[in-house]
């Protein structure tokens, strides 16, 4: 062996983590670069075409109307592309994949800051399964979506609210909603926090529409309505009037598909079930007094999100991605949740496939496998909840 080859060999062994997440990143990246010519319908008949109509009424001067069905501040951010020279799809994956790697950055420093051992590997690995996640790279880098950006924001939220920095929590989880209204799906958590802990005032809740409403300013300077953003969730709500659409949830089990004819007789039966689910889980809680520890305070927050897109009606295929990233996050506290996160990562990559590349999956088989996810997530929060701490 020659010197230089024992000298690389040591210096790879010295820094294992280091080099794993070069790997990883390089990886992940040809993975992402491979896939920026893919033009997916949302692409092609959305966002391209705000891009055109914002750069044709001058970018930021655009802000004056409302572009498209995404919030203000996203409307933003595309009016700030039209002055860059980047072809206008390379943008959308560019600012996604953007946050692809903060949210793997993100789990990799709650891991390490989680872990008893100064040890740098398992949070390699952590960024690593975060940014070669199929679900994460086909939904920024193929898609061209915007979910690991609101996401993003949520998980920082959720991490500031456990170490108790609640002004800082709520002001990021504005961002979040800022973004996506998506970010609704964690809110039952915070509320559960607001009563279980009794450590901050309902006052602080008043801080999210707050900095909602300072990200919509550019629009309002523009010309726009005082409430504008808020007004944009109340029409968001109202936008797609289906039981289900494309996400195996609780009512694809329950055999309704797409069916518009019944919406508007199961929506309000599919939102008391959905309280009713949420608060359940509240008052298990509650009763059996569960120990909010890092664990547990990762674990329920992944049950409750997981219940309320589980439940809901109307809900997409992408709507998954909140719970999706915690249940990685998850399985680091909780070996036991290990199988659950790989069958759960396998059912959106092939939920999102009928999307994306029209495969011959059966939705109806997808929403049993969910089904049967929920409930052996179910099983482990509950049983980890209650008995570890007791042996």
Not at 39 to 57: A, G, N, P, Q, T
Not at 84 to 111: C, E, G, H, Q, R
Not at 184 to 208: D, E
């Amino acid at each position: 062996m020659f010197s230089f080859e024992k000298k690389f060999l040591v210096f790879i062994e010295k820094h294992l983590d280091i080099c794993i997440m070069a790997a990883a990143f390089l990886f992940g990246a040809y993975m992402r670069i491979t896939m920026r010519y893919f033009v997916s319908e949302d692409s092609y008949y959305d966002y391209l075409r705000w891009y055109d109509e914002i750069k044709s009424m001058g970018g930021l001067k655009a802000l004056g109307t409302q572009v498209g069905d995404y919030n203000v501040l996203f409307q933003t951010i595309v009016a700030l592309f039209s002055y860059t020279p980047i072809i206008p799809l390379y943008a959308y994956k560019l600012f996604s994949t953007l946050f692809d790697f903060l949210l793997a950055l993100l789990i990799a420093y709650i891991v390490k800051k989680g872990s008893v051992s100064s040890d740098f590997k398992l949070a390699a690995f952590a960024f690593s399964l975060v940014w070669l996640s199929p679900v994460v790279a086909l939904n920024s880098a193929m898609w061209g979506q915007c979910d690991s950006i609101y996401t993003f924001f949520v998980i920082l939220a959720v991490y500031l609210l456990y170490k108790e920095k609640h002004i800082a929590s709520m002001a990021v989880l504005g961002i979040a909603f800022s973004f996506k209204l998506q970010t609704v799906f964690i809110l039952p958590f915070f509320l559960f926090i607001y009563f279980y802990k009794k450590k901050f005032s309902v006052l602080h809740f008043a801080i999210v529409p707050a900095v909602m409403w300072v990200t919509t300013l550019p629009a309002i300077i523009s010309g726009r309505g005082f409430l504008t953003g808020f007004k944009l969730f109340f029409e968001q709500t109202e936008e797609y009037k289906c039981i289900m659409m494309d996400y195996p949830s609780f009512w694809l089990c329950m055999a309704f598909n797409y069916q518009q004819k019944y919406y508007e007789y199961i929506r309000p039966i599919a939102m008391v079930i959905t309280v009713a689910v949420l608060a359940g889980w509240m008052i298990f809680a509650i009763k059996n007094k569960i120990n909010m520890n890092a664990t547990n305070f990762i674990g329920f927050a992944l049950i409750l999100t997981y219940s309320a897109v589980f439940f809901l009606p109307a809900m997409h295929e992408r709507y998954g991605y909140i719970y999706e990233i915690l249940a990685i996050l998850y399985m680091f506290k909780n070996k036991k949740s290990i199988i659950p996160c790989f069958l759960l990562t396998l059912t959106s990559i092939a939920t999102y496939s009928i999307y994306l590349f029209v495969a011959p999956i059966e939705l109806s088989h997808l929403g049993i496998m969910n089904l049967c996810l929920y409930i052996w997530y179910s099983i482990i929060f509950v049983k980890d909840s209650l008995y570890r701490e007791k042996k």
